[in-house]
């Protein structure tokens, strides 16, 4: 026998993504340096990208003058009203849809058909029926959470593993008993995940549903500040949404970590 | 006088197959099922595969219907039972979100034992599964023969009359399946429990069963009954006469597990 033999090459690394947090900071960082360089090198011209500090000045501005809070107020409550409602309802009939037959057969399709409609371009139907107040714009977000909501759960409640199932039933669960005890649970990865995606779209829809008659709003802001070409504001506002999705993925994450730490 | 010997006598639960039939669409998995299953003892079913066991013990539990045929159940069970028919699954089917005393009061919750009554029941079967020291663990942290056991404590929670096992130790290694069969022995010896238990392997047959009946290639008919008298507890790994009665039973299964797996092989 050799005694100086090679030593196994370890090939088993990788395909297992874990959460560095500061990673994603540092990248966020130095796409911000880079621009700020090159707007002031002058490589990147201040008319198609505005210089970041400038943004950051504007920024400042708007916090200092309390105007940031103004149009934050009124978007946040939007934002949540909203979410909260479409998801809710989405929720309940997504799992209502995982349970009967007969609401599966009705509705699978009524969601299919609403699904690939722009929301935006039913606004003007929404300002009809709900006025041109607050409530076209709850309507709006909450109509444009519901049906990604929707698909998550009901297809979430179908991956529930149906021997837990038989086994509630087996030991004479009452049917109630297990939906709550078995069935929720099990599809909980997949609604939060599903609600990942639709709290995201319910900001993509807040900008939409401050279009109209709205005073202010982040969204508001950053149209306003998009029909004059005033890229800092623009930027400001678009940021401020930035912010908000990491704010509402971060809570996810942080829901997840607390409601499915049983997952292996 | 006779009162108190007669509710006595009522209270051993007896299972009764009689006629079991039954066909998916024009697929006929079994034919004619008649058995005793008396109360007190361990019945193993053994047969090829396909030839339709698990059918017919969900049948037994009411999770499905058969349809020819007629489960029924004969006198009252026990007092305090409070799920006559349970199952031991061979997945363990245990709740990956509850920790192993949660699972066990799952099934007692619906029952409104809740509290402290829950606790001294779940006390007393982790105690009698050797695993008091696990309560509070997730099903994740445990050993394929842990969480068979945590399946085990949980059927034992609620009193069963009959306990229906589907291969329950199939899914563990085979050091790990020899202990849980010593435990199973330990269980029965300490309070005689009725089981069906359904298997592949003749080894668990002829330790645990006081009938083992083989089925034969589906349709499922029962192929023969052999009794087995020697006391579970006497019989130990590697005996010499329990090795007899393997062998007879692979005698028994051989040319109909030869003859299934042909079968689907060609369809
Ligand atoms: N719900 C069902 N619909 C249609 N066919 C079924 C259904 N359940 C079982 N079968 C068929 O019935 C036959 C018996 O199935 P069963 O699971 O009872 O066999 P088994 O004896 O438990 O097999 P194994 O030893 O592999 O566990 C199989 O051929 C199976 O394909
Ligand atoms: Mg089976």
Redesign the pocket.
């Known amino acids: 026998m050799d005694e100086t033999g090679t030593s196994v090459a370890f090939r088993g690394g990788g395909f297992a993504p874990k959460s560095r947090r500061w990673v994603g900071v540092v990248v966020f960082v130095a796409l911000v340096l880079f621009v700020e360089w090159g707007t002031r090198a002058g490589w990147i011209s201040s008319l198609s990208l505005p210089r970041p500090s400038d943004v950051f000045e504007t920024f400042r501005q708007l916090y200092d003058s309390g105007l940031l809070f103004k149009h934050l107020g009124p978007s946040l409550s939007r934002l949540t009203v909203g979410a909260i409602l479409g998801a809710s309802v989405g929720i309940s009939v997504g799992i209502l849809i995982g349970l009967f037959s007969y609401v599966r057969s009705g509705l699978v399709p009524l969601v299919a058909a609403i699904f690939p409609i722009p929301k935006i371009a039913l606004l003007p139907l929404f300002v009809i029926w709900f006025g041109i107040g607050e409530g076209s714009k709850y309507a709006l977000i909450a109509f444009g959470t519901f049906t990604p909501t929707v698909v998550a759960t009901y297809g979430a409640v179908d991956n529930v593993d149906r021997t837990l199932i038989r086994m509630g039933q087996s030991f004479g669960l009452s049917w109630w008993s297990i939906v709550r005890k078995i069935v929720l649970p099990g599809a909980m990865p997949g609604i939060l995940s599903g609600l990942r995606i639709s709290l995201a779209i319910a900001i993509i829809l807040l900008v939409a549903a401050e279009m109209l008659g709205a005073e202010y709003g982040i969204g508001a802001y950053i149209l306003e500040a998009g029909s004059l070409y005033d890229l800092e504001r623009l930027f400001a506002g678009v940021v401020i949404l930035s912010l908000l999705g990491v704010l509402v993925s971060g809570v996810i994450g942080m829901a997840e970590r607390r409601l499915l730490g049983w997952r292996t | 006088m006779l009162a108190p010997l007669i509710s006595c006598k009522r209270s051993m639960m007896d299972i009764r197959l009689d006629g079991i039939g039954h066909s998916?669409d024009d697929?006929e998995?079994m034919r004619d099922i008649s058995l005793d299953i008396s109360s007190g003892q361990i019945v193993c079913i053994v047969?090829p595969?396909?030839?339709?066991?698990?059918?017919l013990l969900r049948f037994i539990g009411g999770l499905e219907r058969p349809k020819l045929g007629r489960v029924l159940q004969l006198g009252e069970p026990p007092a305090g039972c409070l799920n006559p028919l349970t199952y031991i699954f061979q997945d363990f089917a245990l709740l990956p979100w509850r920790s192993v005393s949660g699972n066990i009061s799952l099934v007692l919750e619906d029952h409104g034992i809740k509290g402290a009554a829950a606790d001294k029941i779940i006390e007393d079967v982790l105690a009698r599964t050797k695993l008091s020291d696990f309560a509070k663990a997730l099903p994740k942290q445990l050993s394929g023969g842990m969480k068979q056991r945590v399946a085990i404590a949980r059927a034992l929670a609620v009193k069963p009359a009959v306990m229906l096992m589907d291969e329950p130790l199939s899914a563990l290694d085979s050091q790990t399946r020899e202990l849980l069969m010593d435990d199973l022995v330990e269980l029965w010896t300490r309070q005689p429990f009725t089981a069906v238990y359904v298997t592949?392997n003749l080894a668990e047959a002829v330790r645990l069963g006081h009938r083992v009946v083989v089925l034969s290639r589906?349709p499922g008919k029962i192929r023969e009954v052999v009794d087995i008298d020697k006391p579970l507890a006497a019989r130990e790994f590697g005996d010499a006469d329990l090795e007899k009665t393997q062998k007879y039973l692979w005698q028994l299964m051989r040319d109909e597990a030869r003859a299934a797996d042909a079968e689907l092989l060609h369809g």
């Open positions: 998916y697929f998995v047969g595969s396909g030839c339709g066991k698990s059918t592949h589906r």
